[in-house]
């Protein structure tokens, strides 16, 4: 007697999370339970969602990984909510996922008015075997030669161009009161303003 085949998966165009009336689609970027519930969940976006002849979903996943668990670490300029896009594909239960989210490019990010707690955002790519990130140079915008955290205040003096990162505190030209710098040109006192453009790059790999 031959086999029976066994049946096959068919794709399916949505799903609809547990006990919510979320739907998940391919593409969107979903949050799913850890095994330890004393871990935050796992963000991963969705490339693909099937069932089997009982209807079990499935979900063919991307993992994000988050900056503690890459190989090089946490770094001082890796923003709260920032997380990397790895390389590392799995497929899951549609069961463990907990909820959606929303992974923003870093610019988008930078512009939002109020980030939530469904709120992250990606600027680099991430090789789960090697650490290896992409792109490997990244802007800088601190006297401090480190690249920007979005959580941290920027400030530019206008009149000598020189900025800061105001964790650092403010560097010893800039007044904090009034927003004007003590370093004059003549007569002429400095407005300290936000401020979000690259003054340069700095290899990822250094970090």
């Known amino acids: 007697l031959m086999a029976k085949t066994k049946p096959g998966r068919k794709d399916l165009d949505s799903y609809t999370i547990k006990g919510t009336n979320k739907v998940v689609k391919v593409g969107d970027c979903v949050l ?9 969940p796992y963000v991963a976006r969705v490339e693909r969602i099937d069932a089997d002849h009982r209807n079990n979903v499935r979900v063919r996943v991307r993992w994000y990984y988050r900056p503690e668990e890459s190989i090089g670490g946490r770094r001082q300029f890796h923003g709260a909510k920032e997380l990397f896009l790895s ?3 799995d497929v899951q239960s549609a069961h463990t996922i907990e909820g959606k989210c929303v992974v923003h490019s870093f610019k988008n990010y930078t512009k939002l008015e109020n980030v939530g707690a469904e709120d992250y955002f990606c600027r680099f790519e991430y090789k789960a075997a090697t650490g290896a990130f992409t792109p490997d140079r990244v802007a800088v915008y601190c006297k401090c030669e480190m690249p920007y955290n979005p959580d941290d205040l920027m400030v530019q003096c206008e009149g000598c161009k020189d900025w800061t990162n105001v964790v650092h505190g403010a560097p010893s030209n800039l007044k904090s009161e009034n927003g004007q710098c003590t ?12 401020y979000r453009s690259a ?9």
């Open 32 to 40: 799913m339970r850890p095994a330890e519930s004393e871990k935050p």
């Open 87 to 89: 390389d590392h594909y």
């Open 183 to 194: 370093q004059r040109q003549g007569s002429q006192s400095h407005t300290v303003s936000a």
């Open 199 to 207: 003054v340069g790059t700095v290899h990822m790999e250094l970090y």
